[in-house]
DNA sequence: CGAGCATAGTTGCTCTTGAAACTATATGTC
DNA sequence: GACATATAGTTTCAAGAGCAACTATGCTCG
């Protein structure tokens, strides 16, 4: 069943170093650790997304908001966006969302009537003080099969090319 | 300098727990995998992304249909569609493009006439023979600060993922 | 053989997204 | 205080993505 993505056709793979020097290069996805890890991610945020939409009419913007708004209980748009890496278009858009469906009150900032403070309403918590276990518990079942020891490693892996990207980034 | 994506105001934080036993929930999405890996999947593509459009003018959907052109020099965008998880008129349109600029040839399967068979030209082949080595050099200098063990188990950890996605997926 | 169903691939339509233009507020300089 | 510049956030616009309807081919079973 699962296999059906990771077995094609690696098994004829081996023909790959016997080409000679002007070979084609060949490129196989599946070891390719970028379209590897995009794919698991985006398989991972789709099921979770699932979660969100069908049962509280959630995009994931919106959900991001909230779950910051769940710890940072002042926020404005502007850190949202550096926060999550998403765009001000994107934010804003969910901001609105969610404070048309009276999740969450955007007051301008006294200091600065340019900044909008986000704070979550009673209905935001009360939908969060649901959501957030149950996201915590689907991902629970996801890590379930990964030991203690695995997944503090995996977080430090990820740590490491979070920090790698930067640099490469920097400087290409 | 990579550290404003987990600073946050993390520092504020501590004043949460004193809310009582009906205190909200929190996610700390810096700590929640799914964001985590989405969020570091999505850097990692859209630097490779650029890389690909940039210098090639290929979107990521038309770089996937080349790359598993380069091991298996035949295919269908049915098989595409299996391999890289991609809807089928993602798939068509990347196809169209390709063909479109002479990089690939479609032709219709002998044994069957609803399926294409896909080839790469040999301009497809100049192209990936540029763009496979540059590719692989970026992968390579991305996991350079891993060890061979931490990049073999990140790759272990992947799959269980993805296994234990599926498990999960089932059930609904 | 032919009717109904399945499959490969394409096209139309809508929604989302991100870039860029725009608005409104703030700051800095003279 | 007035003008230039920066910043927060919104809106506009065009491109991309997915769903669903559609076309064309193949398969199954009476």
Chains 1, 2 share one sequence.
Not at 25 to 40: A, I, K, M, T, V
Not at 52 to 68: P, S
Not at 127 to 152: C, F, K, N, S
């Amino acid at each position: 069943m699962n296999m059906e993505d990771t077995q094609a056709d690696n098994a004829g793979d081996s023909t790959v170093s016997d080409n000679g020097p002007s070979t084609k290069p060949e490129l196989d996805l599946n070891q390719f650790l970028p379209y590897r890890l995009n794919s698991l991610a985006d398989r991972i945020s789709q099921a979770l997304a699932q979660l969100y939409e069908e049962r509280y009419q959630l995009n994931i913007a919106q959900w991001r908001v909230l779950a910051w708004l769940s710890h940072c209980d002042e926020l404005t748009a502007k850190k949202v966006c550096a926060y999550t890496n998403m765009d001000k278009a994107r934010v804003s858009r969910a901001i609105q969302a969610l404070e048309d469906r009276g999740l969450i009150s955007r007051t301008p900032s006294p200091r600065d009537q340019r900044l909008h403070d986000l704070h979550l309403t009673p209905a935001g918590q009360a939908l969060l003080a649901e959501l957030i276990p149950a996201a915590q518990a689907w991902e629970a079942e996801l890590v379930a099969t990964l030991t203690a020891g695995e997944y503090r490693d995996l977080l430090n892996v990820m740590r490491k090319l979070e920090r790698q990207l930067e640099r490469i980034g920097d400087k290409g």
